[in-house]
């Protein structure tokens, strides 16, 4: 899913804690963007507004920018 800044914030989190995540939260950088914090098997990690958040065969979640997903993935129906 994309984060979009608070817009899409709820629905990412339920979209993790259906995939039995729990940890997902959310920060507000003054003065910036919105980001949001998720944990990963590396730590807890900053989401951007445009990235992607992956989830690997382990139900993991990671952050990934925009633009190298655009690069990588094609659309499908």
Request: net charge negative; aromatic share 14%.
């Amino acid at each position: 899913m994309q984060f979009n800044g608070m817009d899409s914030y709820l629905k990412i989190v339920e979209w993790m804690k259906d995939c039995g995540d729990t940890f997902a939260l959310a920060n507000e950088v003054k003065y910036s963007h919105p980001i949001m914090l998720i944990q990963t098997l590396e730590g807890a990690m900053a989401v951007n507004p445009t990235d992607w958040i992956i989830k690997g065969v382990k139900n993991e979640f990671y952050p990934y920018k925009n633009e190298i997903f655009v690069e990588t993935y094609d659309e499908c129906d």
